[in-house]
């Protein structure tokens, strides 16, 4: 069956450090892929997607390119904020089907 | 648009009870999808409803069901409850309109926190 994995947490880094966050994927299909973010107390933000293969999605300085020679999908931010202290979540669907597969979440931490 | 709303979003329930969340979807979207988060499992997906139908199922004890109705408001229901049932339920919709439906984004609520006490 499908299945995500992601680096163990917590990642904790400066502010204005670079960000790496590893993701690899198992999928049957031609999966999409996505990066979410759980802020304390809240549910699911959609950070960015990408749905086929060399596919680069960003959002707020966060970027990750879909590849399929490594199945991975790693997530990247060039200078973080104190404001992206979250857990992040590596998360496949699919062909056809809305049914998300996440990867265990990684918290970062970001200090001033 | 208004995001996607839950209610409610705490309850506290007894060991054998039963317990219904609701989930209101973002205005015309059909798809809803609900998700069980828990610290030791993780973020699993239960079931996704489109058209007032059943259309995936994950690997959940016949315990827990769900529904949509013509509005596409969705209900989803444990019964029996068990302490192991305590999280964090996520509801998710989308528009529905694909082919290719793994391609279309979610968008969480905020979700319905459970404890079975």
């Known amino acids: 069956g499908d299945s995500v994995t992601q680096m163990e947490g917590p990642v904790t880094l400066s502010e204005e450090a670079f960000l790496t966050i590893n993701c690899t994927y198992t999928a049957t299909g031609y999966p999409s892929l996505f990066w979410y973010v759980q802020y304390p107390g809240e549910g699911l933000q959609l950070l960015l997607k990408a749905t086929k293969a060399d596919d680069k999605g960003s959002n707020k300085g966060f970027e990750a390119t879909y590849r399929k020679e490594t199945t991975s999908f790693h997530l990247e931010k060039g200078s973080v904020q104190v404001s992206d202290s979250a857990v992040y979540f590596c998360?496949?669907?699919?062909?056809?089907?809305?049914?998300?597969?996440f990867g265990s979440g990684t918290r970062l931490q970001v200090q001033p | 648009k208004a995001g996607v709303t839950q209610t409610p979003r705490y309850l506290i329930k007894t060991r054998g009870q039963q317990v219904t969340l609701s989930c209101s979807p973002i205005?015309?979207?059909?798809?809803v999808s609900w998700y069980q988060q828990t610290p030791g499992q993780g973020l699993q997906f239960l079931f996704e409803y489109f058209s007032e139908t059943q259309r995936n199922k994950g690997n959940f004890p016949g315990r827990f069901s769900g529904r949509q109705f013509s509005n596409s408001r969705s209900e989803m229901n444990v019964s029996t409850l068990e302490l192991g049932d305590s999280a964090l339920y996520l509801c998710a919709s989308s528009p529905g309109r694909g082919l290719t439906g793994g391609q279309e984004t979610q968008y969480f609520g905020p979700g319905t926190r459970l404890l079975v006490l």
């Open positions: 998360a496949l669907s699919d062909t056809g089907r809305r049914a998300l597969t």
């Open positions: 205005s015309g979207h059909r798809s």
